[in-house]
């Protein structure tokens, strides 16, 4: 079936150490992006891309970065210089809005990042 | 920068309907959307209007748009215990395919 894949599910990090999430799709999408969410607030935008090899800084990049080497992947490191890193991360992933259809984005089950 | 307002909570009993509100701040806003969230899972899309329309009924749910309030709601009919999720309106901004996402509206369903 198709979908976006985000792993892992559950992750817990001790302070100063760099993480990295997954994303995997297989919606043949060209652009990807990263929502990081915090309880009573919306999903904030961190980065996106709209091709292989391009990525965009989002709303709250600092602390993190990401790379686009395959269209099917588009991986979220969290970096010791994110001061508070612990939420709930979500990958989503839709058509270039060139294209025709309504944009929708279409979301994995989330990653949730603890820090000890 | 934009902004998504929504309340945070609501409360409704089975088989009543619920009214989920939502105020943006940008008028260029093409397609407007709601997704739904259950606990602990990603988000799935509901349903959008596009701006130049002003209501969309889609089975139990209709939205309605007031471009001129920037007023956007959804109207769930015959609510059940398994619309209790977290409720987004995100409009999207501008050209690209930006979504700016609301706090979302946790809808409780109750007997």
């Known amino acids: 079936d198709g979908g976006i894949t985000q792993s892992p599910k559950y992750l817990f990090r001790k302070e100063g150490q760099n993480v990295t999430l997954s994303c995997e799709q297989n919606?043949?999408?060209?652009?990807m992006y990263w929502y990081r969410q915090d309880p009573g607030q919306g999903l904030r935008l961190i980065y996106y891309s709209q091709i292989v090899n391009d990525f965009q800084k989002g709303d709250i990049a600092e602390g993190y970065s990401v790379s686009r080497e395959k269209k099917e992947s588009f991986p979220l490191t969290v970096t010791s210089a994110q001061k508070n890193p612990t939420a709930f991360y979500l990958c989503?992933?839709?058509?270039?809005?060139?294209?025709?259809?309504?944009?929708?984005?279409?979301f994995g089950e989330g990653s949730r990042l603890t820090v000890l | 920068g934009e902004d998504v307002e929504q309340s945070l909570f609501l409360s409704v009993r089975e088989g009543d309907s619920s009214v989920i509100n939502c105020t943006y701040t940008?008028?260029?806003?093409?397609?407007l959307y709601w997704y739904k969230q259950e606990p602990g899972a990603g988000l799935q899309l509901l349903t959008y209007?596009?701006?130049?329309?002003d209501m969309k009924q889609d089975q139990r749910l209709t939205v309605l748009l007031n471009k001129k309030d920037k007023h956007l709601s959804l109207r769930i009919a015959d609510t059940q215990t398994g619309d209790s999720a977290i409720y987004f309106c995100a409009p999207r901004a501008g050209g690209y395919n930006k979504l700016i996402f609301g706090a979302g509206t946790r809808l409780a369903v109750h007997p």
């Open positions: 209007i596009f701006s130049n329309m």
């Open positions: 919606l043949n999408h060209d652009a």
């Open positions: 940008d008028s260029s806003s093409t397609y």
């Open positions: 989503a992933s839709s058509l270039s809005p060139r294209t025709s259809g309504n944009g929708e984005l279409f």
